[in-house]
C-alpha cells in the first residue's frame, strides 16, 4: 500500500535516549517567561512541568514534550485538525518536526484563514509543501528529524523562516497532552514515506488552481 514502509524499518531498534536526547535546560523561570508573553497557558492550565537536567523525557501518556521555539513560532495546545492531521499523514510525532517547521505550519494556518477566509486546505498545503528528512549517520534525528520546506518555484507570499536557535531542542518541557491530544511519542525516527513528497492529483489540482490565483 502507498506510503507504507517495510516491516524491517517500522520495527527498528529505537536509539538509546542519551543519545538521541540533550539534557533539558529550561528552568522554571524559562517557562514562566513563555506564560508571561502570552505563548503559553499558565501552569494550572497547561500543566506544564520543567525537565531542567533531565537528560531525556519520561513523560506519561498524560504530557507531552514540547519545545520553546515551538510556542515562538505559533505552536499551541490542543492542536487544531490539520496539524493532527499533518502528523497522522507524514506519520510524525510533533518532536520529529525542526521549529521552522512549526512555523510554515502556523503561517499557512493563517495564510488560509485570515486571508483566504477557508479552513486549513490540505491539499494546498500539499501543491506548496513537502516533507525533508534530516539525517545523522544516514538515519533521520529523534529529535527534529524533519522538516517541511517549500516546493522548489511553488508559489507563496515572502516570508522569512530563518532561525538561529542552534540550542532549540535543549529547551525542552512537558505540557498537558490536552484532548484533542498529540500522539503519544514512540522514541524512533521518522520513517520516511512516499507522502511526504506526494503532491495533489490532477483533478485535486483544479481547486487547489483557484486558490492559488488567490495568492
Known amino acids: 500500500m502507498a506510503g507504507e514502509v517495510p516491516a524491517a524499518a517500522a520495527a527498528a531498534a529505537p536509539p538509546a535516549p542519551e543519545l538521541a536526547w540533550s539534557p533539558s535546560t529550561m528552568t522554571d523561570a524559562d517557562i514562566e517567561a513563555l506564560v508571561v508573553q502570552v505563548l503559553l497557558s499558565e501552569k494550572a492550565i497547561s500543566g506544564w512541568r520543567s525537565c531542567f537536567g533531565e537528560a531525556f523525557p519520561f513523560e ?4 507531552t514534550v514540547v519545545f520553546w521555539s515551538f510556542y515562538e513560532k505559533g505552536f499551541g495546545l490542543p492542536s487544531g485538525a490539520f496539524f493532527r492531521g499533518l502528523l497522522h499523514n507524514c506519520g510524525l510525532e510533533a518532536t520529529h518536526h525542526k521549529p521552522n517547521s512549526i512555523m510554515q505550519i502556523a503561517t ?3 495564510l488560509c484563514e485570515g486571508f483566504l477566509g477557508i479552513v ?3 491539499n ?3 501543491a506548496l509543501c513537502h516533507l525533508r528528512a534530516y539525517l545523522n549517520k544516514d538515519t533521520p534525528d529523534v529529535v527534529g528529524g524533519a522538516a517541511f520546506s517549500l516546493h522548489q518555484g511553488g508559489k507563496y507570499p515572502e516570508a522569512s523562516f530563518k532561525d538561529s536557535n542552534k540550542r532549540w531542542a535543549n529547551e525542552r518541557f512537558v505540557v498537558a497532552n490536552t484532548a484533542p491530544g498529540l500522539p503519544p511519542r514512540i522514541v524512533l525516527p521518522p520513517v520516511l514515506n512516499t507522502r511526504w513528497e506526494e503532491k495533489p492529483t490532477d483533478e485535486e489540482m483544479e481547486e487547489v488552481q483557484v486558490l492559488l490565483a488567490e495568492l
Request: hydrophobic share 40%; glycine share 0%; net charge positive.
Open 124 to 126: 494546498l498545503w500539499r
Open 60 to 63: 506519561d501518556r498524560t504530557k
Open 120 to 122: 486549513p486546505h490540505f
Open 108 to 110: 499557512f494556518i493563517h
